[in-house]
């Protein structure tokens, strides 16, 4: 870390899932923060030179024969440390202090009271709602600690040494369940560590920038471009850091939303890259011709892609390959054991083909509002940063049955409808869309009877798109939707809104 000019926080990590959660509360109040192991010796701490230092939580007990643990001397640096949940129990084992298990584990949202006030419960008032998740406590304080908050079930949820500025919390303030856990954070970072504030996006934007020069040297770098956020803010951070060295492949599977491959070609055109428009369309179609089952649709589409991304990028031998992974898709590409309920596939999931020689993922420790706050500063435009999640099949999983190219026609205009109405009622849903079905229905115009699709809308609220429910879109904006959807597009005949939650339903229809 020579050569920052901001004071780092260090993130010791013993293996708790939410260390990234850490480090992003640390980011959101202004300090740079870097996570390691929690193997990592006490000398090289030093030589960070950090302002403070905070323990992860981990799934041991600091009893097991596995389990980390620190060196005595990280306690006698002379720095702020705050322990999380078994950071906490470390702390208080490290320093002779005893750890057993619970009468009763806690888990979940546990009512916690402030015994005695310092620096970083202070903020708290007397109580506070905490996610809790532990089997172990601290059932004997190190010397020179006091128990500071306790729980029902927990006789020590905090503890703390204040004149040597060590402080421990058994429950996880990182976490938004934690009501004020940031403000403890906070605290720790302002009042003890004495933070100043001096980092922000600009600053990683450097320090990034720096990062993926020196992996990187003279080599090529190859990204597949979608157009969705994370791959487009990771061709702009890229085209900064390495101009002139970086080929992005934008793959048109011809199942783009209306004028959206201009726009994506648009937006990156003047840029220090070199960007490659694949025209697939005919490849895809032909591939696709008769196929009904949802399944097989997306396996076709996903195979195809891959393929196609291989001829294209094979031009570019000895390059390494750069892919907009971002903390969650980290995170569930861990957990895998669920049943498949539809095979996702997007740019980042390209196979790491071995003629690479290795992989650049520059956004691998931020959060998707985070990613949009860096493309917002790279000078994407908003069209781009605050676009909705749009799947990798694009509207093929949209258009219900075969896909032919008459009926993707007829939903991009009916789509790019709809879309537009809702902006222009200034209405906000995290995922809106229409969606062609496989069903006709008659009609009457003018004096003829017609036989044309049926048009489904959707809309929906959902933070975590695992679980949604359904959006109550204003009726004058579905009437005036509906109605332009059955007099400008020739071939829709009947628009219906879609009310289902998920479950039972999922998001898209396919
Ligand atoms: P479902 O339909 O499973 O969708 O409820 C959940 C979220 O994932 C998006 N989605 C995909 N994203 N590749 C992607 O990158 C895919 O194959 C894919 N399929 C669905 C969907 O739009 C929603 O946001």
């Known amino acids: 870390m020579k050569g920052q000019d901001h004071q780092t926080l260090i993130v010791l990590d013993f293996g708790g899932q939410y260390k990234e959660l850490i480090a992003r509360v640390v980011r959101e109040c202004k300090v740079h923060s870097i996570i390691i ?17 905070i323990l992860t939580g981990g799934p041991y007990s600091v009893y097991d024969a596995t389990a980390p643990h620190c060196e005595k001397e990280l306690f006698d640096m002379n720095i702020p440390i705050l322990g999380i949940c078994y950071g906490m129990q470390l702390m208080a084992y490290t320093l002779g202090g005893t750890v057993s298990p619970c009468n009763v584990s806690e888990y979940g ?17 007397g109580e506070t709602i905490t996610l809790m998740s532990h089997t172990d406590y601290v059932s004997r304080l190190p010397e020179g600690f006091e128990t500071c908050a306790v729980s029902r079930d927990c006789p020590t949820a905090s503890m703390a040494d204040e004149p040597r500025n060590l402080y421990a919390v058994q429950f996880h303030p990182e976490v938004e369940r934690t009501k004020k856990g940031k403000k403890i954070i906070r605290s720790f970072l302002y009042d003890v560590c004495g933070a100043k504030g001096d980092y922000n996006m600009n600053d990683f934007i ?27 803010v990771t061709a702009a951070i ?14 048109d599977h011809g199942m783009m939303r209306l004028n959206e491959g201009n726009e994506i070609e648009a937006a990156f055109k003047d840029r220090a890259l ?35 991304f291989e001829e294209e990028s094979s031009k570019y031998e000895g390059s390494f390959l750069a892919q907009g992974t971002i903390y969650p898709d980290v995170i569930e590409s861990g957990a895998n054991n669920s049943a498949t309920i539809k095979s996702h596939h997007n740019v980042g999931g390209l196979p790491k083909e071995t ?34 999640p749009f799947p990798g099949p694009g ?35 995290d995922q809106y869309f229409a969606v062609l079905t496989s069903m006709r229905s008659v009609g009457v115009m003018g004096d003829f009877r017609t036989y044309n699709y049926v048009l489904a809308l959707r809309a929906v609220i959902t933070s975590d798109f695992m679980t949604c429910e359904k959006a109550r879109v204003p009726y004058p904006v579905l009437e005036k939707v509906t109605s332009r959807i059955v007099n400008e597009v020739q071939g829709i005949a009947r628009v219906v809104y879609d009310l289902t939650g998920k479950p039972p339903a999922t998001i898209e229809w396919e």
Not at 43 to 48: N, T, V, Y
């Open 37 to 53: 192991p929690g193997s990592t010796p006490v000398k090289e701490l030093k030589k960070m030179n950090p302002i403070g230092i």
């Open 274 to 308: 070199n960007f490659v428009r694949v025209d697939a369309e005919d490849r895809f179609l032909k591939k696709l011709q008769g196929i009904t089952e949802p399944e097989q649709k997306r396996k076709i589409i996903g195979e195809e892609f891959v393929r196609v």
């Open 395 to 429: 509207l093929s999983v949209r258009c219900i049955g075969e896909i032919t190219k008459e009926k993707l026609d007829l939903l991009r205009k009916a789509d790019a409808i709809y879309r537009e109405e809702i902006n222009k009622a200034g209405l906000k849903y």
């Open 206 to 232: 450097e320090a990034e920038v720096k990062r993926i020069r020196e992996q990187v040297g003279d080599k090529h770098v190859v990204l597949g471009l979608s157009g969705g956020v994370d791959s487009s």
């Open 109 to 125: 949202d546990t009512k916690v009271t402030v015994t005695k006030k310092n620096k970083i419960l202070d903020c708290l008032g």
């Open 355 to 388: 003629k690479f020689i290795g992989l650049v993922e520059p956004l691998r420790g931020l959060f998707k509002d985070e990613v949009r706050k860096l493309g917002k500063k790279l000078g994407l435009p908003d069209e781009l940063v605050q676009r909705q």
């Open 238 to 251: 890229l085209a900064k850091a390495i101009p002139n060295q970086l080929t992005c492949i934008f793959v």
